[in-house]
């Protein structure tokens, strides 16, 4: 069931191979861009064309990122290239298409209590975790109790991710073949499988200068794990590891007494400039802060301005806090000119990244930070920094900065520089 116009490349011809093996759960983890999310899609769509009455679904930490990165973008293009002239309905209301075989794929989100419920109402013959670096274990294994419709199909998982470190669990699960949790050999490890694919595989899928100018020049780490897809080792030195991240997950949420944006902002914009650090973070009920959202971009003040005022809307925030070592005034007046009742708080560095981001580390060896879901490109950079690194964390920097606050809202020792 291939169209004509629908060439895989090589290492998504092996992929395919894979998928349809004898293992029932198939992660294919490696580099970014090297068509590991289409040939999975297309996968799943020949799955739900093949089987009648079938139910499949693609599930990401939140739901408008699978909407947006999956339902709007990726899977109309596998369609228009593999599948012309197949037609469905959709249903928006409920996240699902369904074609005329009568078979469905939901698209769904796992970041809400509702949302999970609503996967466990259903039981599917495909489960596809896309972006499984930002998903909690145990939220994999909810979700995966419900890989139990009765068709023709063998049940299959799917996983896909740029990797992340080592002591993540899909490395653990996959490629060491021991449980995530307990750290013991697999029972079944013959049912777990994983294919590194990078994106020079995919070369003649991509736009010029990606491999040669983009991916080459990130920063070493970066450039192993978007290039040559490597899962990474834990930076000796550094303030955090995946260790201790691994162990300060949250899988719900208590009710927020107060909620914190913490914008680290770049001066310039372009793509060289940094990235202007957007974290929210809130204080639970239970006394824990929990981080939960990593909103940070790279893009002009008026963008990153109005992406701060969005988010500290959709959140309810109590208090933006921005460094504005570097931009002065300005950073308050390019935020009050979207809104002028905004809660900001202007902050100064006045110690260094180190000294401000060692009493945030404490909080978290004593268990009293938490992150709600899993994010990537920000705990990357608080895994490798070492005290008096040269280089700037805005994404860490941003986290820093709202952690420090609402230590301060809480009466506890305030450790803001």
Known sequence: ????????????????????????????????????????????????????????????????????????????????????????????????????????????????????????????????????????????????????????????????????????????????????????????????????????????????GYLDETLANLPELQRKRFMLGEFLDDLEGALWNGKLLAGCRADHLPEMTRIVIGVDPAVTSGQQSDTTGIVAAGKGADGIIYILQDASLRAKPQVWGRKVVELSRELQADRIVGEVNNGGDLVEELLRSFDDSLPFRAVRAARGKTARAEPVAALYEQGKVRHYGIFPELEEEMCSFLPGSPFSPDRMDAMVWAVTELTRSGGERHIFA
């Open 1 to 208: 069931m291939m169209a004509k116009n629908f060439i895989p490349t090589p290492d998504q011809k092996q992929a395919l191979t894979l998928l349809g093996g004898p293992a029932r759960q198939t992660l294919l983890f490696g580099g970014s861009r090297s068509g590991k999310t289409f040939i999975l899609i297309y996968a799943l769509l020949v799955r739900a064309l093949k089987e009648p009455e079938s139910r499949h679904i693609i599930l990401r930490f939140r739901a408008n990122a699978v909407r947006q990165s999956v339902r709007l973008d990726t899977f109309p293009k596998v369609l228009r290239l593999a599948f012309p002239g197949v037609l469905f309905e959709e249903n928006r209301a409920d996240g699902f298409v369904r074609f005329r075989n009568g078979s469905e794929i939901w698209f769904g989100g796992l970041d809400t209590e509702e949302r999970v419920d609503k996967i466990l109402g259903r039981e599917f013959a495909t489960i596809y975790f896309n972006e499984c670096s930002e998903i909690a274990y145990s939220t994999v294994t909810t979700a995966l109790t419900r890989l139990a419709q009765r068709t023709k199909l063998k049940n299959r998982a799917y996983f896909d991710c740029n990797p992340s470190g080592k002591s993540h669990w899909s490395y653990r699960l996959f490629l060491e073949k021991t449980d995530p949790v307990t750290l013991a050999p697999l029972a079944a490890p013959e049912q777990y499988t994983a294919m590194l694919m990078n994106p020079a595989g995919n070369a003649a899928n991509l736009p010029a």
